[in-house]
């Protein structure tokens, strides 16, 4: 089984920041991509951010220049570096990764189960 597990969100002023972590745990031979999403209330969920194993990233245009994402391989986790801050920006935000769990021939996808980002005027 592979287990996610995020932290980091809160509430928070326009302009201020958070740093979101995503940790994958379990029998895992490798991770490739590496994704945040995020969902407010009554909203579709949208993607944010990916990385992929190399290190590229691509960000949605809402939070391009804003938010950065990273990853640390060691440590399997994934991080989404959230400033300046927007009311528009409030939501549960998860992470998703696409790995290979040991025994596994293909590579699966997993979600987080969200962590609650909420930003006030």
């Known amino acids: 089984q592979v287990q996610l597990v995020e932290s980091g969100g809160g509430l928070v002023q326009t302009g201020g920041s958070l740093r979101l972590s995503c940790t994958a745990s379990g029998s895992i031979v490798s991770i490739n991509t590496m994704a945040w999403y995020r969902q407010a209330p009554g909203k579709q969920r949208e993607g944010v951010a990916t990385?992929?194993?190399?290190?590229?990233?691509t960000y949605a245009d809402p939070v391009k220049g804003r938010f950065t994402i990273s990853r640390d391989n060691a440590k399997n986790t994934v991080y989404l570096q959230l400033n300046a801050l927007k009311p528009e920006d409030t939501a549960v935000y998860y992470c998703?990764?696409?790995?290979?769990?040991?025994?596994?021939?293909?590579?699966?996808?997993?979600w987080g189960q969200g962590t609650q980002v909420t930003v006030s005027s």
């Open positions: 990385v992929t194993s190399g290190g590229t990233t």
């Open positions: 998703l990764v696409t790995a290979r769990p040991t025994g596994v021939l293909f590579s699966r996808t997993f």
